[in-house]
């Protein structure tokens, strides 16, 4: 059932087309230069793209799941997708507390699918922000988000702060693309904006900063802390904190606070570190004392290329960003009750549906347990860790590669995916595949 | 086999190769050897008698799990990192604390020498963690 797909007949070796300004869709920073050319159905250059984005483009048809498949004494047997739905309604209404995660891989209106399904079941739908920067989200639940755009650092900023991010890897051109590009009142952004970076480890992106600020590992809200309580006037009592000077803190925090635009970058360094929502919090309290000096905003370095749009959707449509449980027939929220890892380590869920997402491969050790043992339905174009040990398989086409849709940047905006090439023969969008979940769920149940 | 063990802070992250080889198949060799490794400082490698490429052995309070070391000539002793994937997962807790997020990073680790001993597959993960590791 698995394997490398090849042109679908029907296209000449000659379909040749180059396509411009198509959003990548790997990271959050959804670069949307990117130049395609395309032949017979194949994408067989990126133009702009970086090493991830060219990976993910021209390997678009590789290790793909071929068809929908269902599990049967132990073996995964192809079947036709309406068997495969129908398998998957079935596993869903026989749930007691069925799961749906995932969506970050996936465009927008797949998410309105998914929440509405959580509502008909009576279940939970969480996005992979609950691993990455869900704890951002309780931290501005709490103080604030002091957001800025991509557009604006780049036109303004003097100041970049990196803080446990390493977008020399994890997003290649966020240097490259805003920060080393003149803007409208930043002309020469080489000598005039400065780079730093706070981490516990030298990276890639430290050995390329003006400054690089190495801290002890699980000290960033203790070293954000003394930076605000400086920024404020305060003496400290302390010489060092987190493996950092108090001199060299102040020397930080007055040169924070004499810039005419400062912003701060925060990656998974900061969410998922010790203190998690609470050094989240307390960045975003600095940024708003900060701002009593001159002009500073903060943006999370969101991974997944729609992450930011499973958040913005959940949202809109239940009231909360992730970890919503439908239970009762209304949305309820509770980070650390029903976010996923903690349903699946407290054996609570007993059906996974997985939307785009491949928990198997990165969730620790005991949830991987129970994932082992209950049904997992799993929604993905290709293989995955995740498809080792689905009960069903349905594979669906790449959003933003082979259907369209929408997806949010890391800075909130909003853009436009483009459907390149034709997915393979029988392969419909992950949102078409959960309306057929939903008619199939509805004429079962009657609802 | 050599009993000295190394005390670490283990922290997990991205890698360019890791988001490169999970587009070639996750079930790929490419993805499974940027996924099984180990990066640590020159001192830390000297400690343990092993040589970039050998296998070690990292151990925290959840199980353990052997990977290729890799030499980072920029770390310090002390801290040593492992790219997001199942192989690190093994060895991480699922306690969040009440946020939803467990410790992917920061998370105490002592590392062995693992001589003779090969890296499992990640199909080898999926069986193994049933029984313990
Ligand atoms: S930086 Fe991110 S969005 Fe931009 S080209 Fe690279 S992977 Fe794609």
Known sequence: ?447 | MKKVGVKAVLISGRTLQQGRTSELGKLSEDYLSSVAVCEMDANTMEVLGIHEGDAVRLETLLGDVVVRSKLDQNARPGVVFMPWGPHANTILGSETHGCGMPSYKGVPVILFPAPDTSVRTIDDLLHLSEGGI
């Open chain 1, 1 to 447: 059932m698995i394997c490398c797909i090849y042109p679908r007949e029907g296209f000449s070796i000659s379909s040749k087309k180059t396509v411009k300004n198509v959003p990548c869709v790997f990271c959050g920073c959804l670069c949307d230069d990117i130049a395609l050319e395309v032949e017979n159905n194949r994408i067989v250059k990126n133009i702009n793209g970086c090493s991830l984005s060219k990976s993910k483009f021209l390997n678009h048809l590789e290790d793909r799941l071929l068809g929908p498949a269902v599990r049967i004494n132990g073996i995964l047997v192809e079947v036709s997708l309406e068997k495969a739905v129908a398998h998957a309604a079935e596993a869903l209404t026989s749930a007691r507390r069925p799961l749906i995660y995932g969506l970050s891989s996936t465009e927008n209106d797949t998410h309105q699918e998914a929440y509405y399904l959580a509502e008909l079941l009576g279940g939970v739908v969480d996005n992979t922000s609950s691993v990455c920067h869900g704890t951002s989200m309780i931290g501005s639940q709490e103080s604030g988000d002091p957001l800025g755009s991509l557009a604006e650092v780049r036109h303004r900023a003097d100041l970049v702060v990196y803080w446990g991010s390493n977008p020399q890897f994890a997003h290649p051109r966020h240097i490259s693309r805003y920060i080393r590009q003149p803007g409208e009142y930043m002309q020469n952004p080489k000598k005039d904006r400065k780079i730093w970076v706070f981490d516990v480890r030298s990276t890639a992106t430290s050995r390329i900063a003006d400054e690089f600020f190495q801290i002890e590992p699980g000290t960033d809200l203790e070293v954000i802390s003394v930076i605000r309580a400086l920024v404020r006037g305060h003496e400290m009592d302390i010489d060092r904190v987190g493996g950092l000077a108090i001199e060299d803190l102040a020397k930080i925090s007055e040169a924070m606070k004499s810039v005419r635009y400062g912003v701060f970058f925060y990656g998974l360094g900061l969410t998922q570190s010790k203190g998690q929502h609470r050094n989240v919090d307390a960045a975003i309290r600095l940024i708003q004392d900060l701002n009593s000096f001159t002009k500073w905003v903060m943006i999370p370095m969101r991974g997944h290329f729609n992450v930011a749009g499973a958040n913005e959707t959940s949202t809109w449509q239940t009231g909360y960003p992730f970890a919503v449980d439908y239970s009762r027939g209304y949305p309820r929220y509770q980070p650390g009750e029903y976010s996923a890892v903690d349903l699946i380590r407290r054996r609570e869920t007993d059906v996974l549906l997985n939307v785009a997402a491949d928990p198997v491969a990165h969730f620790p050790r005991d949830a991987l347990e129970h994932l082992k043992r209950i049904p997992i339905i799993n929604l993905d174009p290709k293989r995955n860790v995740t498809s080792l040990i689905a009960e069903v398989n349905i594979p669906t086409a790449i959003a933003g590669i082979e259907c369209d849709g929408a997806a949010v940047r890391m800075d909130g905006l909003p853009l436009y995916l483009r459907k390149i090439v034709e997915p393979p023969e029988g392969i419909i969008p992950d949102r078409d595949v959960l309306k057929l979940i939903i008619a199939r769920l509805r004429m079962v149940t009657k609802r």
